[in-house]
């Protein structure tokens, strides 16, 4: 199974939705959603649907806005989807 079988950006949001902390986390504290995203299991589970280094640019680009004033999971997401390679 890949990332397209899952439309891209509801691969993640589907992993964050099943983490029992990441709803509360997403809406209070945009960090530590990242730092769940980051952490073994999660990788564990999103390998099966993102190589590591669109993992790595998933987060950063969260960062990035979180940085920026807002933390919007959906817009990194939906960005490195819409960019990346095609396979």
């Known amino acids: 199974m890949t990332n397209k079988d899952f439309g891209g950006p509801q691969a993640i949001r589907m992993i964050l939705d099943r ?7 997403l809406q209070d504290d945009g960090l530590a ?5 980051r952490d ?7 390998r099966h ?4 280094a669109e993992m790595d640019a998933i987060t950063d680009l969260m ?3 979180f940085e920026a004033g807002g933390f919007v999971a959906d817009t990194a997401i939906d960005h490195l989807v819409a960019n990346r390679a095609p396979e």
Do not use: N
């Open 19 to 25: 983490m029992p902390e990441c709803p509360d986390a």
């Open 33 to 37: 959603a990242i730092a769940h995203l």
């Open 40 to 46: 073994a299991p999660v990788a564990a589970l999103a």
């Open 49 to 52: 649907l993102f190589t590591q």
């Open 63 to 65: 960062m990035e806005h």
